[in-house]
């Protein structure tokens, strides 16, 4: 294990997990948790456009003086994500989200607009982003958020990588405003948050640009303003796409010694793999020191197809031994010993459909807190603890993301 101190003192150890509360009943499953000593999860993850949703019930906008579990949570590393890739190419509901931060120029408000438009061909989406939006976009309204509430560090704001025809527009445009966030905190009134906070740089990259001709430009964007940390978020990504998956392991792991060597640096610089599930384990082994997952829900995002029915959205049970989400209507006896799971006998009947909401995100943070804390305690090497822990699971695939000779894993 290795213990990563932040600048303003904190403190988390890898392997470690923070995970991405989206709204209200996220925020209540957390507080109602970590009153109960949920001590292995050691951070969250906010998107910006989610903050206003749950920061009251994590007790962010509260006096000092707060129940014990928000007091708990006030201790966790804190992260405000910019999450610009959902202003720019999100869904409807993530645009409007996005502007009701108020944190954006009137233009730019009107520029997303016209992208919401269904009638507007995809074609034109682009050159509205680049020659509308862009101009406007900066960096210091984003960042003034982040200290305003506390952020345990400082995530630069940045235009997400999400095109081969763009790639050069949109790098120029991501690299102005890391450098711009660099400058911001050398020589204005945030120049004393310098010396108390980690600068954070986040890329959200579409997984297709994940190639070796684009290594050298992704690497040298993620360090343009040498950055203490860095995230990376990579749109689109499959766990079945078992080409694309391995790709994205290989640039991390690319990329750390990339890090190291234009650094100087002895060991890699701290990198964070966002929005993922148990596919982002085989990170630890591939040079990611922390994973970001949202509250038991997938990652990625399912579209129905246009000839079959919609998508089942009913909630799901993560399963601990297997590792997968079945149905929650499917089970009845429940597997697993969590406090959630004891508190109800072990029945899913017992839970009620008043009370899955809540039950079903406790379940899941008790046994993802009891999964690091196993990966942390295990004597064997952490790539030999996941290969054994995969095979007795339903996810074996997640085995061949373990590379033979593990980078820089946890010994």
Known sequence: MKVYTLKNGQTFTTPSLFVNPQHRLDAKSLAHTTSKSLSNIDGLVIDIMDYGEVADDLGFNSAPIVMTSQADLRDK?????????????????????????????????????????????????????INEIYPYLTVKPLIDFEVRHDASAIISPCVNISSKTYFRQQLSKATQMLVDSRILLESTDLKKYLETRDLINSLAINYKLIQPQNYSSLFKLAICNNPDQVAFKFLGIRESDSVSVPEVFAFLRNFAVYSMEMQ???EPIPIHLLNVDELGYAGYTNAVCNISCPLATSPYYSYPSKDRDEVDTSPTYYHPIDMNSPKAHSIDILPCECIECRFYNQRMSNVGSKNLALFR??????VKDGEISQ?????????????????????????????????????
């Open 375 to 411: 990966f942390r305690q295990s004597r064997a090497r952490l790539d030999i603890e996941l290969r054994d822990k995969f095979a007795r699971s339903m996810r074996t695939q997640l085995a061949a993301y373990l590379p033979e000779n593990p980078l820089f894993t946890i010994y």
């Open 77 to 129: 590393v804190r992260f405000i994500d910019p999450s610009l890739h959902k202003l720019l190419n999100g869904s409807s509901e993530e645009k409007s989200q996005m502007l009701a931060t108020k944190l954006f120029d009137e233009q730019i408000t009107k520029s997303v607009r016209k992208l919401a438009n269904p009638d507007l061909p995809n074609k034109e989406k682009p050159q509205i982003i």
């Open 264 to 266: 100087e640096r002895k």
């Open 361 to 366: 995100r406790n379940h899941w943070l008790y």
